[in-house]
């Protein structure tokens, strides 16, 4: 499980994710879903996948969604599960992600436009995409 401390840690950023996909599909269960979208939309918002308190996402959710008391549930249920499945780490009631988190929500949405893959003179580029390169250093775990 390779952490995310710190911005350089992935080459990947918050905004080349689209947000307004649900990630139901992506991580199995509609509570890891629902917590993948709102985790998404708090590190966007931060600009940053740098670690956070479990409180200040929650304060995030209820200021910006009036249904909130409906979705507490599967933002508390989903974060667990995505810590037991290994896609962040909660110590303390700080939450640290994972390349792994960031590689699977970019892998189902990301923003559209972004390279994938270059090529020079129509001649595939040994350079990789930025999911490429996450999932081969989640292999490292």
């Not at 080459?11 to 269960?29: A, C, H, M, N, W």
């Not at 879903?33 to 996948?49: D, E, K, L, N, T």
């Not at 308190?53 to 249920?77: G, N, T, W």
Request: glycine content about 6%; hydrophobic content about 35%; proline content about 5%.
């Amino acid at each position: 499980m390779l952490l995310i401390l710190q911005s350089s840690d992935t080459p990947l950023r918050p905004r080349d994710i689209e947000s307004e996909v649900t990630f139901t599909q992506t991580f199995g269960k509609r509570e890891s879903g629902v917590a993948a979208y709102w985790i998404i939309r708090y590190c966007q918002a931060r600009r940053s996948w740098t670690p956070f308190e479990f409180d200040k996402l929650v304060h995030f959710c209820m200021a910006h969604d009036s249904r909130f008391s409906k979705i507490y549930d599967y933002l508390l249920e989903g974060v667990s599960e995505l810590v037991v499945n290994g896609f962040m780490r909660s110590e303390k009631k700080v939450v640290t992600l994972t390349t792994g988190f960031v590689a699977r929500c970019y892998g189902a949405a990301p923003v559209p436009g972004l390279p994938r893959k270059r090529t020079l003179r129509g001649k595939p580029s040994k350079a990789r995409s930025c999911h490429e390169r996450l999932i081969d250093d989640a292999d490292l775990v």
